[in-house]
């Protein structure tokens, strides 16, 4: 009788064990996808902020740029570089075919001849003179130097040839290839090339979204949260009002992008696959997710601030603007930040509104068409190319970035000015 | 001009304030007693000034173009010409008279543009003389009312309330606004492709509308294969279960680990960093199940003998369960740490182990608010877009096989809605009928899981 208690007990204790267990090993699963997510993401992404250059002797012949002698500033801005830039290719090697040629051309980005120019015009005094000069390689050989290219596959399945592998060797024998910090990426807007595709341009477009999300939500939202909580009466409507609220801040993100699509494009004929499209359609998102904390920090200031304020004979519309409102600002700042971070982070709305277009320009105002970040990634990860997936995962970085100081600067706003009543 | 109009007036409502301050002052200074404080005389003024030309100033903005359009078009009124012909020419008028056409120049068009060109000088002009006079007349009118036996506290508080309740109205024009732009076109769908045929069709393929030669009427009967929505739903639901599949027991058995084992100070960072995993955006989610999940289950299956399509369902829907791991420890966690300590007590004083309280009778005391955690959980997995889009496939299979691909309503709103759109083409309109459909899911979901959890707060506050 004895033993048998006795294992009902061990089995009633093993059981708690294991219960705990689970618990236990459920925290850490959910740890260990965080890091192997953060990991995965890093140790992909971290290769391109480093980009490959090949060092290139360059003799700048007057000839071959069609100059006359002493060419003036404007002459060589109108000089024809192509085929000075294509004769310095086909030098690496002068013995090359007419495919190998070709070959020695696609081994730089199609910038090299303004890289080239853009020499000649720092230093006039170079013509006729040999100069090392720095060329962008291109996106295959970018990945080759950083060994995410595996060079034993069969050529007729890889995009190096053989014979831009050999060229390519030499060069990096004679410490002709070099690495250096990858500048372009943040100053360069997008391109179809790998090797030249920058952020500038979706970096503008979320700067713009953002602040457009910021100027229409965040005085709409702060003015809706002190009506509903100072001086809404107990109704059939504010309670609508509320349940309004309350649901449009579960509804799809997507759902938003219909609306921007048929509301804000279809009929208010604003301009397709611009940020201030893309903003209002995010600040309607953010306006429950401001309006909400708002709300909980008015509702925190205790009431004991409003009642001496209205003995000393305020108004309830002064009491609120002088005292409620100014005590409940940190929360409701912090509280803004999270939800415009939430809309930095936000894709499939900017899709429907057609801000995933190609564009390969730096946006200068909230009416130009542009890119956010997220959608870059997006469209950046639906490129075939494997130099694309290294800047996906940069791209990832530079907006994780971002969210994280936002949500930081949250915390901070919220700890150090919020008042702890009590 | 229209920027230059807008800082002109703000500009003045500020020297306004101002002024209705300094004639408040002056009054005081004769010992009379104002009814309010100076700046309500400022705030009083300014409102008058500044208001009734922001009200003409609007009005003027959305009128405008379309009166201007409808006298050009007047023109052209006899001749015959359909809705979109006339909106071509006014378009052209348009950019002619900007200098910008480059089409062939008929002597239609250069009187349109000049006639255009006319209009919007006179409207320009007509329109600066009446704000102006309206402002002079309201500055004046308002100037005049501020006198020491006149309230003005009670006016511009009034306004205030006014402007207030004016900004709580955004949350149900949103709502109004989503129904609109859902509901037109999708009466305009259900008008083409009969609803049952949309509810109850197994075979979905709107690319096949795309091939409309667009000169031709249309032909419902074209479309009677083409949208049936089934296998979308079937691919939502299904991505949707493998979700909760990973996040209900991850997410239920962290949030009462930390609700009731966890020490505070494993709480304080075990919490936060969980909470990290539903701040990371959803288009990274979704790269990750692309480039790491798809090909990793894949060299898997293979090496099982599996076929694995290296765009499943499977990969999609565990990246989800990732994601809403954190929406239900957190919600759990709330709920469990809510229950009354006198139930727990209760439970230990007749000997129950830890692990026997929180099964027998903390469990069930939380259940509605986990219930309602867990269809918070569901209606955002059957909202979530970007991961389906970039980890499942985007061809609608009818499969219930997680080592295939399928597709979700969101990822399809995505495919038909990328690039170029046609409104009134039943491709579109599909897009909007998904929509629909997919608010009305998670609205009701919404609805029933946040009256769920508040009915359960009530319970035990």
Redesign the interface.
């Known amino acids: 009788m004895n033993k048998n208690k006795e294992k009902l007990l061990n089995s009633?204790?093993r059981?708690?064990k294991?219960?705990?267990f689970?618990?236990?090993?459920?925290?850490f699963?959910?740890?260990l996808?965080?890091t192997i997510?953060i990991f995965?993401?890093f140790s992909?992404g971290y290769t391109a902020f480093q980009k490959t250059w090949l060092i290139v002797p360059v003799t700048f012949d007057a000839e071959t740029m069609y100059l006359d002698e002493n060419p003036s500033k404007e002459d060589l801005e109108d000089a024809d570089y192509f085929d000075l830039a294509l004769q310095t290719m086909f030098n690496l090697d002068k013995s090359a075919s007419e495919k190998q040629q070709n070959d020695l051309k696609r081994m730089v980005s199609y910038f090299f001849e303004r890289e080239i120019k853009r020499e000649l015009l720092n230093d006039p005094s170079l013509i006729g003179k040999t100069k090392d000069v720095y060329l962008t390689a291109s996106d295959d050989l970018d990945q080759v130097f950083k060994g995410n290219y595996p060079r034993d596959l069969p050529e007729d399945q890889r995009r190096v040839t053989d014979y831009q592998l050999k060229i390519f060797d030499q060069l990096v024998e004679q410490g002709r290839v070099e690495s250096k910090f990858n500048l372009s990426f943040f100053t360069y807007p997008d391109s179809r090339e790998a090797e030249l595709a920058g952020i500038a341009s979706s970096f503008m477009g979320s700067i713009f979204s953002i602040l457009v999300c910021l100027v229409i939500a965040f005085?709409?939202?702060v003015?809706?949260a002190?009506?509903?909580e100072e001086?809404?009466p107990k109704n059939r409507f504010t309670d609508?009002?509320e349940?309004?609220?309350?649901?449009?801040a579960?509804?799809?993100?997507?759902?938003?992008?219909?609306?921007g699509?048929?509301?804000l494009l279809?009929v208010f004929q604003l301009p397709r696959s611009t940020p201030l499209v893309g903003g209002i359609t995010l600040s309607?998102m953010t306006?429950?997710t401001i309006?909400i904390a708002c709300r909980a920090s008015l509702k925190a200031v205790p009431p004991s601030i409003r009642e001496a304020a209205l003995a000393m004979g305020a108004?309830?519309?002064q009491t609120t603007m002088h005292h409620t409102v100014p005590l409940s600002m940190p929360g409701t700042l912090s509280g803004t930040i999270i939800g415009l971070?939430q809309a930095?982070?936000?894709?499939?709305p900017l899709?429907?509104i057609g801000m995933?277009a190609f564009v390969n320009t730096i946006p200068g105002s909230p009416l130009d068409p542009a890119a956010s970040l997220?959608?870059q990634?997006?469209i950046w990860?639906?490129s075939a190319e494997r130099g694309f997936?290294e800047k996906?995962?940069a791209c990832?970085m530079v907006?994780?970035g971002f969210?994280i100081i936002m949500?930081l600067f949250a915390q901070i706003i919220r700890h150090k000015f919020e008042k702890k009543w009590s | 001009m229209n920027l230059v109009i807008f800082i002109f007036i703000v500009l003045l409502g500020f020297t306004s304030y101002y002024f209705g301050r300094k004639k408040a002052y002056s009054i005081q200074a004769t010992n009379t007693r104002l009814t309010a404080l100076p700046q309500f005389y400022g705030y009083y003024l300014a409102i008058w000034c500044a208001i009734p030309a922001f009200i003409i100033y609007s009005l003027w903005a959305i009128f405008e173009p379309s009166i201007v359009k409808l006298i050009i078009l007047s023109d052209y009124s006899n001749q015959g010409h359909l809705d979109d012909e006339l909106n071509l020419i006014y378009e052209k008028t348009k950019s002619l008279s900007r200098g910008q056409f480059s089409g062939e120049i008929t002597t239609y068009l250069e009187t349109s543009a000049e006639k255009y060109l006319n209009l919007r000088s006179i409207a320009q002009n007509s329109k600066v003389v009446l704000i102006l006079a309206i402002i002079i007349a309201s500055i004046v009118y308002g100037y005049k009312r501020i006198s020491s036996n006149n309230r003005t506290r009670e006016p511009v508080e009034k306004f205030l309330n006014a402007v207030l309740f004016t900004a709580s109205l955004a949350a149900i024009l949103t709502t109004i606004g989503i129904v609109f732009s859902l509901i037109f076109q999708t009466i305009d769908f259900f008008k083409v492709i009969p609803l049952f045929d949309f509810i109850f069709g197994t075979h979905w393929y709107p690319a096949k509308a795309f091939v409309r030669d667009a000169s031709e009427p249309l032909d419902p009967s074209m479309y009677s294969d083409t949208f049936g929505a089934v296998p979308i739903f079937a691919g939502t639901f299904f991505i949707a279960l493998i979700a909760m599949c990973v996040a209900i027991p991850i997410g239920l058995m962290s949030g009462i680990y930390l609700a009731e084992y966890a020490s505070t100070k494993v709480r304080q960072y075990a919490k936060p960093l969980i909470e990290i995993l539903a701040g990371i955006p959803t288009v990274v989610y979704g790269f990750f199940a692309a480039l790491t999940v798809g090909p990793f289950l894949k060299d898997i299956g293979t090496a099982m003998g599996l076929e694995v399509s290296a765009e499943s369902a499977l990969a999609a829907g565990g990246v989800m369960g990732i994601m809403i791991i954190p929406f239900i420890s957190s919600l759990s966690d709330d709920v469990i740490t809510s229950v009354p300590q006198s139930l727990r007590d209760g439970s230990y004083a007749m000997g129950a182990t830890k692990s026997e309280t929180i099964k027998k009778v903390i469990f069930p005391a939380a259940l509605p608010g986990i219930v309602g955690s867990i269809l918070l959980g569901v209606s955002r997995a059957v909202g979530e877009t970007m991961i389906v889009v970039m980890a499942s496939g985007l061809a609608a299979n009818l499969t219930f096989n997680p080592l295939e691909s399928t597709s979700t309503i969101t990822a399809q709103i995505v495919v038909i809605l990328i690039g170029d759109q046609a409104f009134g083409d039943p491709k579109t309109q599909a897009a909007f009928a998904l929509g629909m459909t997919l608010f009305l899911v998670t609205l009701s979901l919404n609805i029933f899981a946040l009256r769920v959890v508040k009915k359960y707060r009530e319970k035990y506050e």
Do not use: D, H
């Open positions: 009633r204790y059981a708690e294991r219960f705990q689970y618990g236990k090993s459920a925290i699963l959910a740890l996808f965080l997510f995965k993401i992909t005085p709409v939202a003015l809706a002190i009506y509903l001086f809404a609508f009002i349940v309004n609220i309350n649901n449009l579960a509804v799809p993100s997507i759902v938003f992008g219909l609306l699509l048929g509301i279809a309607l306006l429950p309006i108004s309830k519309m971070a930095l982070g936000e894709t499939a899709i429907l995933v997220p959608v990634i997006y990860a639906e997936v996906v995962s990832i907006l994780l969210l949500n």
